[in-house]
């Protein structure tokens, strides 16, 4: 039961195809698991195209107030529904996903970060930085900020901060106005694909000693 989805915002800009690598891969993997994102890009690609159409035909161009134009007009659309091909789902991580690590959870290169926390860096464009992240069960990851925007979905396990808990296929989406330290949830190491396009803010001096080595 996913409860944490995309922002109108994001599924837009990824059906326009603004994104850098690294968040076209977390969004993409969300909507590999979540129906009602897969629906709502469905809109975006329909409304997108007509857009586009439109441009074509009128020299129609962007103005103060389209973005909340197209939205309502998105809003007013009954939900399109594309059938999409799913393959049998029988390991942790879905695709596009394993994809890019080649495999499944056990191919991935793990290296650790500090207090049992690893992660595995994964290769896009330069534009943001993917990262797999093993947090085991209990344990917290650094309290920290963000100079940019971070995604974080969740693959296996759960971890909760100080706004909510998140689960499989759960995605949190922190920028600059957040401060939060993510704790996994007793039971079940958490296993996260987490993308961010600018350094994170740690209070504590050693994870900033550490930045520039783990590329955080
Ligand atoms: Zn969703
Ligand atoms: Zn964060």
Redesign the pocket.
């Known amino acids: 039961m996913?409860t944490h989805?995309?922002s109108d915002k994001l599924l837009m800009a990824y059906s326009a195809g603004s994104l850098p690598e690294a968040f076209n891969l977390a969004v993409a993997t969300?909507i590999a698991l979540?129906d009602?994102?897969r629906a709502r890009l469905a809109s975006f690609d329909a409304v997108g195209g007509a857009i586009l159409e439109q441009a074509q035909d009128e020299a129609f161009a962007l103005q103060d107030g389209a973005l909340a134009a197209t939205l309502a007009r998105i809003k007013a659309m009954p939900p399109v529904t594309k059938p999409t091909p799913r393959h049998a789902q029988t390991g942790v991580l879905p695709e596009p996903l394993a994809g890019y690590i080649g495999g499944d959870v056990e191919t991935i290169r793990w290296r650790n970060i500090g207090g049992g926390v690893r992660q595995a860096i994964l290769p896009t464009s330069k534009a943001a930085t993917a990262r797999m992240l093993y947090i085991p069960a209990g344990v917290a990851v650094p309290d920290h900020g963000h100079n940019g925007l971070e995604m974080t979905l969740v693959l296996q396990g759960a971890f909760a901060d100080e706004t909510a808990r998140f689960g499989r296929g759960d995605?949190e989406i922190a920028d600059e106005d957040l401060d939060h330290q993510p704790i996994a949830e007793p039971g079940e190491d958490c296993i996260c694909l987490a993308v961010t396009d600018a350094p994170l803010k740690f209070r504590a001096i050693l994870p900033r000693l550490a930045q520039p080595f783990l590329r955080i």
Request: hydrophobic share 40%; with cysteine.
């Open positions: 996913i989805h995309l969300h979540c009602e994102c995605i």
